[in-house]
């Protein structure tokens, strides 16, 4: 049997790539994201690679010339060629623009991409697709051809074990296996939220729909009349509609991604040659955009990333588009240079290709060992007792907090000491951490901290048992005084309210802090107005230049509209409960100069970014809350 060339994949191929571009590309229409689903465009990709992997296996093995190491090699010169140069051609760039802490993270997704792990490195370093930082790492999008390899390697296998043991009931082991994972990914969509969009078990579902529709195809299984023809507008519709609809904060993949995949496979399953979307999808221009589909979805995202990076700034429409343009043009060039000769075996044979793989793999991995261990201790970014590397800062800090949490061991039984507990998130570690370092400034005191899940189970879900919560329970019985420090949201303030009359009925006292003092900063690496300078100008600031940046700060946390809404409830919530309400702005700007502080006494920042501070400014504001008796306001 023979496969028939399909345009209207290509086409399809082209809407995806299209629709993970623009969604990169964060284009807004009065401040709405237009895109705002176009990640979808991979779960659509997973579609179609699991209809043509499984369409070619399955033609091979009616052939009786299926050979695995011919599949694996055929994968390596689809793959592995014009992804090594991609790498090879950023590795450069990142070593000149990137500070030491981003160039180090760079060669660790350099080197877990190599081995087609990048989806468990982006996880277990934390990184959320769709969040703040995720625009700053230009191999992020290498985690979905991770998962792809990982699929690849296993598949054919257990094909063909599946053909030969139970080949009358391979639809039927599609079908379950479908229904089991997406079961599965649906369940932990709910419960373990962070779990759930790199690994391949919640992607298995989505690429088991494309195998389906390939089988069905192979078999001619085939429901064809009067209405089908509309089936596959109806998928393009149920596409369209994902990509303009789903959004970042959803918890992905789950119900939310099936009317993609269901309208992938109503399009590639129902195509015909007299279907109107068929001939669109076939039409040239668009099956020219699939057929360098690969190449353009490598070098779009690093491009991005790298922009982002340099320029600290957001990018406008204009940029966007040029962006697009270069990586249209790029990717023209490496799938006529790259990708067509590599998988021609009469331009590049097996002895050719594997050389030339192995010879980029050793570059690409000496080189990126190499400028690890240069960069151990590489002072880039240091001006005098600044450093604009605030990952630095950002260690230091969670260094400092692991080890008082490690060791915060008290008398809860001194009745002299009053026992508080701190609960929020990241603005209550700082807060814990200002006083916990200041110790000698607040003896009167024991601190714990807690986020609000913790408390949320113990007011009101107490059947929990597990170990965390039985801890828990026995800090909140002993604490005399919850402060509450957070970055708020309106989620937050909500949860806030429910929370204070099961604690005032439990006999304790509530302090609201509010929300955090939030600086001006630029572009989405979250670069502060000081940062921008020392960038620009290679110094730091002499005295009137500091003046003018801690008055841009003030007029910037007088004027910011979020936070004086959040502060604005907080205050209603606080007088209403009779409740302690603690300015934070009072420990660090001057309402009478008009100015918010940049730098310690000593000379150290006291933020590493808009809202975080670092370890010298937590012990300086800490004397600061000690000296103006901030926490004793009542």
Known sequence: MSLKYRADID??????VFAVIFYHANFFYFENEIFSGGFIGVDIFFVISGYLITSLIFKDLYNNNFSIIEFYIRRIRR??????FVIIVFIPIAYFFFLPSSLIDFLYSVISTLIFSSNFYFHHTGLIYGGPDSSLKPLLHTWSLAVEE???IIFPIILILFRKILKKYILHIFILFFFSSFISTQIISIKYPLYNFYFINVRIWEILAGSTIAYLNINSIKYNNKYTNYLPFLGMVLISLSIFLLYDEMSLPSIYSMPAVLGTCLIIYFA???????KFLSLRILVFFGLISYSLYLWHFPLFAFYNYIFFENESFFVKILIII???????????????????????????LFISIGISFLIILSSSLILLEMNKNNQKGLYEKVNIDNQIYFDEVNTKLNEIILSNNYDKNNKYKKNILIVGNSHAMDIFLMF??????????????????????????????DEKTIKFRKIFDDTDIILFSNRWSKNDIDLLEKFINPIIKSNKK????????????VGKRDV?????????NKKLPHKSELVKLEKRYFDYVINDNKRNRFNNRLKIIADQYNLSLLDKSAYQCNFENKRCKIFTPDGDKINYNAHHHTLSGLQYLGTIIHDINWFILR
């Open 150 to 152: 990982q699929f690849y």
């Open 272 to 278: 015909n040659s007299e279907n109107f979307l068929t």
């Open 528 to 536: 502060t107005l000081l940062d921008q300078y020392i960038i620009n």
């Open 79 to 84: 793959i592995i060629p014009v992804l090594l």
């Open 11 to 16: 086409g399809l191929r082209a809407i995806s």
């Open 510 to 521: 509530i302090i609201i802090t509010n929300h955090n003092v939030t600086l001006p900063s």
């Open 436 to 465: 916990k370092i200041n110790s000698d400034l607040f003896k009167n005191y024991n601190f714990e901290l807690s986020g609000f899940d913790l408390l949320k189970n113990e007011l009101f879900e107490k059947d929990y048992k």
């Open 326 to 352: 270069f990586s249209l043009i790029l990717s023209c060039l490496s799938y006529l240079f790259i990708e067509k000769p590599f998988r021609n075996k009469k331009i590049i044979d097996n002895k050719k």
